[in-house]
């Protein structure tokens, strides 16, 4: 079997087809590569060929490399991991590079024989890294269809020569939106920015006639012409040294520093800059066998694209299960949260019923949809028809009998068990008997909830996090009696409205509100204990965190803290651990400084809502301290706070895969993803030094840093998670 098929046209045209045997989209892989080489020198030697044509015989180009092999390169080179990285990586580059030079001899830039690509959907990563080497690109009219470089979303940069061609092509500031935000964009938005050449109707005929018709001159890249400058500047020029200033700050402003990829990337850029393109190509060789090197870079990938993908493939999904697809849904509850989940249920092409209390505040939950789309019809990011055919799947009624026929309800009321339990035993009078019914609370236990329902075997949670439809994550949880049906119903939906999904067992706050409640908690303590607010949220934010938790806890507003905790007490009576930071919240609801919606919270707002900074009204009631804490310190008890209690929900079995636990952590809320997740972190900085770390911060501020039973087990036998509950996966770092 092969990746690439070899055929010749009845013009004298090499057609070299990719199609990954048993793969809906192509990847590459070691054989592929092999293949490929080997067609290439084929028609290279072939004095009867005229040109090449790259094409995909599937309806997408490729989707990226199989990450698989850059651990097979590492592998294969025993003791010397990063030698056997980057020769594997500058194998690459002599292969892209042989399809560039195409046999011309270099120094007149004569007798090369023209390649061509034809893109028919997607190329991304690899997928777009072989077209750049090829002499013009051809892609398909095809709106569906993504072209860009992504692989900074995973924790590298393009390492195939994406960098260094691209930042040639398009220079330094034009090429960042694609390297350093990793954007993917349409096929006509590509041509227009200069990422592929032309977009046709049928773009392999495209090819094929520009290859037949292709001149000597139409084969040398800029960058092996005489006289080439590199738009925008180089380094040393005064414009080029503006924008590698400016992209310095940009990176760091955004990255703070947390994430090694853009920073390699950068210097890839700028150091290859100022050298011949051969040279820059050994440059980007070498900054990307660091970052692969890098243990961020390898748990990013694992979490945020191999175990992401396997989740949203069904990985946990039980077995024997048949294909359990939303036809109807209900959801009851217009508000925020009700109207954003019938909003991607409609995207998904599901007929969706809005309940709420009357017709007129239901309509006004549809309305969330229309404003939505209208907005991205703006923005060029919709069309009216896809808006009209959204808003046509959307029932809005205070009419239960219009759940007729729904095959799942989402309930999205008000945060009472009382309220949830009256409106399942009314909605359970309404829908069939296989109709499976789901909460989307965020703290109430799923097992208590179920005690309302006829059926409790075909009750389960379904928490979604806000806003809904940006949010990627959506947290499954199953309660003491949900059965396998509803489990894959609620995974089968997820995978309907194209987000990804994690299963927990049911516990009070579920996974990720149990690990994120400790980090506002621990952050709130230090501002009782004098620490500047400042520094805790700065102290995240250089943690890769995408808000510090002082802002966060303005965002979701300080009442609904409150709220939650009133519920808390109430719920675990004398076992509930009380702490200043409690104190601080009601406090903070007291004055009425409620948050971003109150216009007052932890920081001062102008009338439109814009941040003028930290309110220094709270140092009036917890005066700030002569002498701070190291931000090493404020960093370890964030970090901590949130990781232990990941570590108590694997032990206690809340968590059944520490690759939900990762990826959740990430996805949900943003937990320092260069980390992978807080299992990956555990792995990176090593379960001994970890209990060694949890026994200093318990001596210092209190039993919540005492290391679990787990984790001191792991430490003594110097285990990693990964190693231990996902061996299989441990192969990816």
């Known amino acids: 079997m092969t990746d690439f098929h070899y055929s010749v046209e009845p013009e004298g045209i090499a057609l070299i087809t990719w199609d990954v045997p048993g793969r809906s989209m192509n990847v590459m892989t070691l054989e592929g590569l092999k293949d490929l080489d080997a067609a290439i020198d084929r028609a290279l030697a072939d004095d009867d060929i005229k040109g090449v044509v790259i094409t995909s015989a599937k309806s997408d180009f490729a989707g990226g490399m199989d990450l698989t092999v850059l651990a097979d390169m590492k592998d294969n080179a025993g003791d010397d991991p990063a030698k056997g990285l980057f020769e594997g990586v500058m194998q690459m580059h002599g292969l892209l590079r042989k399809i560039e030079l195409a046999g011309m001899d270099f120094k007149t830039k004569k007798g090369g024989k023209p390649i061509a690509a034809a893109l028919p959907g997607t190329a991304a990563g690899i997928g777009l890294e072989l077209p750049l080497a090829t002499h013009r690109i051809f892609a398909a009219n095809n709106p569906k269809a993504k072209i860009g470089l992504p692989e900074i979303m995973v924790g590298i940069f393009p390492g195939a020569g994406g960098t260094t061609r691209l930042a040639r092509k398009l220079g330094a500031m034009g090429a960042s939106p694609y390297l350093l935000e990793g954007k993917m964009v349409a096929p006509d938005k590509a041509q227009k920015a200069g990422l592929i050449d032309e977009v046709a109707d049928d773009p392999l005929a495209a090819a094929k006639e520009w290859v037949l018709n292709a001149k000597e001159t139409d084969l040398v890249k800029p960058w092996d012409a005489k006289g080439y400058k590199m738009p925008g500047g180089t380094p040393y020029h005064p414009a080029g040294f503006m924008t590698f200033v400016g992209a310095s700050a940009m990176v760091h402003g955004k990255t703070q520093g947390a994430f090694p990829a853009a920073k390699a990337l950068l210097s890839a850029v ?37 175990n992401k993908e396997a989740l949203e493939k069904g990985a946990v999904r039980p077995k024997d299960v048949p294909d359990q697809s939303v036809k109807k849904i209900g959801v009851l509850g217009a508000g925020m949260m009700g109207s954003g989940i019938a909003l991607v249920s409609a995207m998904a092409g599901i007929e969706v019923v809005l309940i709420d209390r009357d017709d007129e505040t239901a309509e006004r939950g549809k309305s969330y949809s229309a404003d939505y789309f209208d907005k991205g019809i703006k923005r060029g990011k919709a069309t009216p028809e896809k808006k009209e055919k959204a808003l046509d799947l959307i029932t809005a009624t205070a009419d239960l009998s219009a759940l007729e026929g729904a095959d799942l309800i989402i309930e999205a009321v008000f945060e009472d068990p009382k309220v949830k339990a009256d409106m399942t035993q009314k909605v359970e009078a309404v829908i069939g008997e296989d109709c499976i019914f789901a909460s989307n609370t965020s703290t109430l236990p799923i097992t208590d909830l179920a005690k309302a329902s006829k059926r409790p075997e075909q009750f389960i949670g379904i928490h979604f996090f806000s806003p809904v439809e940006k949010m990627f994550l959506v947290e499954i949880i199953k309660g003491a009696q949900t059965g396998p049906r509803a489990v894959a119903k609620a995974l089968d939906y997820v995978r309907q409205i194209r987000k990804t999904p994690i299963v927990v067992n049911d516990a009070r706050f579920f996974y990720c509100n149990r690990c994120i409640i400790p980090y506002g908690n621990e952050a709130t303590r230090m501002v009782t204990e004098g620490v500047a607010l400042p520094l805790i949220d700065h102290a995240a934010r250089q943690l890769g965190f995408p808000v510090g938790p002082i802002q966060l806890g303005d965002e ?44 007052a919270g932890y920081f001062d707002y102008d009338e439109t809502g814009k941040r003028q900074g930290y309110w220094k009204g709270i140092h009036d009631k917890y005066p700030l301290a002569d002498e701070q804490p190291p931000l090493q310190e404020v960093q370890d008890r964030l970090m901590f706070a949130q990781v232990l209690e990941a570590v108590r929900a694997l032990e206690e079995g809340v968590l059944e895969d520490i690759r939900e636990g990762d990826v959740g952590a990430v996805l949900a809320w943003g937990f320092a993803p260069w980390s992978g997740g807080p299992f990956s972190w555990l792995d990176i900085i090593g379960t001994p030094y970890a209990v060694e770390r949890c026994e200093e911060l318990t001596a210092k501020f209190g039993d919540r840093f005492t290391p679990p039973a787990l984790l001191r087990e792991m430490a003594e036998k110097n285990e990693t998670f990964y190693g231990r509950f996902a061996p299989d996966q441990a192969k990816a770092a």
């Open 270 to 306: 700028y150091e290859g800059a100022q050298v011949p393109f051969d040279t820059a190509l050994r440059i980007e060789a070498r900054w990307f066998t660091n970052i692969l090197m890098n243990p961020s870079s390898a748990a990013m990938m694992r979490s945020l694209f191999v």
């Open 556 to 599: 979701t507003s300080i009442d609904l803290a409150a709220k939650i905790t009133r519920a808390t007490k109430e719920a675990m009576g004398n076992e509930y651990p009380a702490s200043e930071a409690d104190d601080l919240v009601f406090w903070m609801e007291e004055q009425g400084r409620l948050g971003r919606k109150a216009k």
